[in-house]
C-alpha cells in the first residue's frame, strides 16, 4: 500500500492500494485454518465515492461534527471518520467488520494525526452507540446490507442520532427516506470508473 493524498481531498492521506499491492491474496481462505472466515473483498484499500463525498461535506462544513461524538458506519479505510476527527469532533468511533480494514483503519488515523476508536464488530442489530452523529459512506451497495443498514439508521434517529449518507447512487440507496444536502464531484476510485470525477451526494437519513 501507497500513502498519498486522496484525491479531490487532499487534507488527508490514506494507505492505498496499487497495481503492485497484491490484494488479491486477501480473497483467498486462509491455509489448513478450517475456523477462518470468509475473506472480505478489500474495500477498506480505496476511497470510495460515496465516502469521499461525505468527507469533503464535513470538511467544508466542520460545525457538522465540531465539539461531538460521531460514528463513522461501516468505516472501511476511515476516511470519514478522519474528516470528523480534523473538523473538530469531540470523539470519532469507527465500526468496521474486516480484520483486514481494522489494521489500515488505525494505520491511516495514525498518518493523519488523529485518535479513532474502533468497534470491530457488526453493530447493525443492537441498539446504537452512545453518539451525536452517524456517518455512513457507501452502505447501501447490496440488498442484504441494506436491509440490516435501514433498521438501525431508525434506531438512530428514534435515539436523537442524526445520521447523514454519502452516495454517488448505488442501487439499493433508499431514496424515500433521504433528504439531499448537497452534491460534489468526486472520483470514485474503487469502483470501476476509473478514477474519473462523478456526482455524488449527501443525504440525511429523514
Known amino acids: 500500500m501507497r500513502l498519498a493524498p486522496v484525491p ?10 496499487h497495481p503492485g499491492s497484491g490484494l488479491r491474496h486477501l480473497l483467498e481462505p486462509d491455509d489448513g485454518d ?9 474495500y477498506w484499500a480505496y476511497p470510495w ?30 476516511l470519514v471518520g478522519i474528516a470528523a ?17 481494522i489494521a489500515a483503519l488505525g494505520l491511516n ?13 457488526d453493530i447493525t442489530s443492537g441498539p446504537p452507540p452512545a453518539v451525536d452523529l452517524v456517518l455512513a ?22 435515539a436523537g442520532i442524526d445520521v447523514l449518507v454519502g452516495d454517488p447512487g448505488r442501487a439499493w440507496l ?3 427516506r433521504l433528504c439531499l444536502l448537497g452534491e460534489y464531484q468526486v472520483p470514485d476510485v474503487g469502483g470501476s470508473g476509473g ?6 451526494s449527501v443525504f440525511a437519513f429523514v
Open 8 to 17: 479531490s481531498l487532499p487534507e488527508i492521506r490514506l494507505y492505498m492500494a
Open 34 to 42: 478450517e475456523m477462518a472466515s470468509e475473506p472480505q473483498p478489500p
Open 49 to 78: 465515492a460515496g465516502g469521499a463525498v461525505l468527507a469533503r461535506y464535513v470538511l467544508d462544513r466542520p460545525s457538522i461534527a465540531a465539539g461531538k461524538r460521531v460514528l463513522d458506519f461501516g468505516a472501511g479505510s476511515g
Open 85 to 101: 476527527a480534523k473538523a473538530g469532533a469531540r470523539a470519532v468511533t469507527a465500526a468496521e467488520i474486516d480484520r483486514n480494514g
Open 109 to 121: 488515523a495514525a498518518a493523519n494525526g488523529v485518535d479513532i476508536t474502533v468497534i470491530g464488530e
Open 137 to 158: 459512506g457507501d452502505v447501501f451497495y447490496g440488498e442484504d446490507v441494506a436491509r440490516r443498514v435501514i433498521p438501525f439508521f431508525e434506531r438512530c434517529l428514534a
Open 174 to 176: 433508499p431514496r424515500s
Open 195 to 200: 478514477g474519473e470525477p462523478k456526482p455524488s
